[in-house]
């Protein structure tokens, strides 16, 4: 148990998808798990294990933003040991060539800054996912119909960003999509010797304003969740 994640000891599996919403945690666990069972209510940020194809799977939700991310990712890897950790998340596109419903895997994440700026200093760490794992999901999503691109990301350390020049260079440097969490995961991964990776799927587009009805979220979202379980276990 620790301040924010109130598991006992073995209840939290040694793989964990991480979706921000809490209670997109529940809706995956409930949708995909056998035999959920919720461990983390402290702060209403759900936690639940159960199996998938026999493999013991953990959703954390880990809340918006990196410092947010930051605490739950912290506390899995030193408290719990947790070995896997997959965010599952939506983002916003950057790239024409990128639509609504199409799914991200994160090989890279640019970000301004993170909480772990403090360890790093002056250097310019570059953050990337494991590459095991982004093979896996590759492969995984080559199975669905669904677009999937690979690349780099942006991780965003604020929401109503007020800098159009900022999204201009992100666009002019291939960046895929905008999202908020996935680099400060990349570099605890990094850091602690875990396996790590961003699979997403693009809710909105920052070039042309669409966004994906409410009502297409959740069969969106499904073929993210079993992309980066497959990947996971695989």
Same mark, same amino acid.
Request: net charge negative; glycine share 8%.
């Given at each position: 148990?620790?301040?924010?994640?109130?598991?006992?000891?073995g209840?939290v599996?040694?793989?964990?998808?991480?979706?921000?919403?809490?209670?997109?945690?529940?809706?995956?666990?409930?949708?995909?798990l056998?035999?959920?069972?919720?461990?983390?209510?402290?702060?209403?940020?759900l936690?639940?294990?159960? +199996?998938?194809? &026999?493999? /013991?799977?953990?959703?954390?939700?880990? =809340?918006?933003?990196?410092? %947010?991310?930051s605490? $739950?990712?912290?506390e899995?890897?030193?408290?719990?040991?947790?070995?896997?950790?997959?965010r599952?998340?939506?983002?916003?596109?950057?790239?024409?060539?990128?639509?609504?419903?199409?799914?991200?895997?994160?090989?890279?994440?640019?970000?301004?800054?993170?909480?772990?700026?403090?360890?790093?200093?002056?250097?310019?760490y570059?953050?990337?996912a494991?590459?095991?794992?982004?093979?896996?999901?590759? +492969?995984?999503? &080559?199975? /669905?119909?669904?677009?999937?691109?690979? =690349?780099?990301?942006?991780? %965003?350390?604020?929401? $109503?960003d007020?800098?159009?020049?900022?999204n201009?260079?992100?666009?002019?440097?291939?960046?895929?999509?905008?999202?908020?969490?996935?680099?400060?995961?990349?570099?605890?991964?990094?850091?602690?010797?875990?396996?790590?990776?961003?699979?997403?799927?693009?809710?909105?587009?920052?070039?042309?304003?669409?966004?994906?009805?409410?009502e297409?979220?959740?069969?969106?979202?499904?073929?993210?969740?079993?992309?980066?379980?497959?990947?996971?276990?695989?």
């Amino acid at each position: 148990m620790t301040v924010h994640i109130g598991a006992k000891p073995g209840e939290v599996a040694e793989i964990v998808l991480m979706p921000g919403d809490p209670l997109r945690a529940k809706w995956a666990a409930e949708t995909f798990l056998e035999n959920p069972v919720c461990y983390n209510e402290v702060r209403g940020m759900l936690g639940f294990t159960g +199996t998938w194809n &026999g493999h /013991r799977i953990s959703i954390q939700g880990s =809340g918006m933003g990196m410092p %947010s991310l930051s605490i $739950y990712a912290n506390e899995l890897i030193r408290e719990f040991d947790v070995k896997t950790l997959i965010r599952i998340g939506s983002a916003g596109a950057m790239q024409k060539n990128v639509a609504i419903r199409d799914v991200v895997l994160a090989m890279t994440a640019t970000t301004i800054s993170t909480p772990s700026r403090g360890i790093l200093k002056d250097l310019n760490y570059a953050p990337c996912a494991n590459w095991e794992l982004l093979q896996a999901a590759w +492969t995984a999503a &080559g199975t /669905r119909d669904v677009t999937t691109h690979v =690349g780099g990301i942006y991780s %965003s350390d604020v929401f $109503y960003d007020e800098r159009p020049d900022l999204n201009e260079q992100m666009t002019r440097h291939g960046i895929l999509a905008v999202e908020m969490e996935a680099a400060e995961l990349y570099t605890l991964a990094a850091r602690y010797g875990r396996r790590a990776l961003a699979v997403l799927t693009i809710s909105d587009h920052l070039l042309t304003e669409e966004a994906l009805p409410a009502e297409d979220r959740e069969r969106s979202f499904g073929q993210m969740v079993e992309i980066a379980l497959e990947a996971a276990t695989a």
